[in-house]
């Protein structure tokens, strides 16, 4: 199906371990995004990446590492996870031009004892 | 950076109600979206209005980017309008949305 997919839909780790979270759009996108909900905070952008193989930071991007190596697939890596990192994570995408709509995921709800 | 409020933070209503949900920032845009986020937590894009007037069956919104505001009205509200309402700005070149802490609706029958 056409659309933006994110797995997994709920993950459960445990402190200092790797976890990779995946996102895989089906537009042809150029903009991928990964935000993170958490309460009180509303939604924070963590990285961005306006094409394969370009990516920047957002506003919290410390504890993450993305990469993008094909314009379909924008994983989120959490090289070591912490505590306060347990939240809800968003991926999303729109299109080249600027500005156009943002189209999300479902999100995937991770939790870090 | 630009800062984005909205109010009121919690609003409950009768089936059948209309309201007005309120998004105020602090600079000028190029790029204003409202989106619901449904109770399974699924975020939908509801209207790409950076100014003007849209109107969407029962939703409609309007932005005055002069007066940096804009208003998201739901009239007739039902059950399954219940959730959060998000309204997001985008400032500089490469448009990245920045969210409002948001409006969350309960629509009682």
């Known amino acids: 199906d056409a659309g933006i997919t994110q797995s997994p839909r709920y993950k459960i780790t445990e402190t200092g371990r790797q976890v990779t979270l995946m996102c895989h759009q089906t537009?042809?996108?150029?903009?991928m995004f990964w935000y993170r909900q958490d309460l009180g905070h509303g939604l924070r952008l963590i990285y961005y990446s306006a094409a394969a193989d370009i990516t920047d930071k957002g506003e919290v991007p410390d504890g993450y590492v993305v990469s993008r190596s094909k314009t379909e697939n924008f994983p989120l890596t959490l090289e070591s996870a912490t505590r306060s990192q347990t939240s809800v994570y968003f991926c999303a995408s729109r299109d080249e031009t600027a500005p156009s709509k943002l189209f999300f995921g479902s999100g995937t709800q991770l939790s870090v004892l | 950076g630009i800062q984005v409020e909205q109010s009121p933070p919690d609003l409950i209503l009768q089936e059948g109600a209309n309201s007005t949900l309120r998004c105020n920032f602090s600079?000028?845009?190029?790029?204003l979206q409202w989106f619901h986020q449904n109770p399974w937590g699924q975020l939908i894009n509801l209207f790409y209005?950076?100014?003007g007037t849209k109107q969407n069956g029962r939703l409609s919104a309007t932005t005055v980017a002069t007066e940096r505001y804009s208003l998201l009205y739901i009239s007739s509200s039902q059950t399954t309008d219940s959730g959060v309402y998000f309204c997001?700005?985008?400032?500089?070149?490469?448009?990245?949305?920045?969210f409002g802490k948001g409006t969350k609706l309960s629509v009682k029958p």
């Open positions: 997001a700005v985008a400032e500089g070149s490469q448009g990245n949305l920045i």
């Open positions: 209005i950076p100014s």
């Open positions: 537009w042809s996108h150029s903009y």
């Open positions: 600079d000028s845009v190029n790029n």
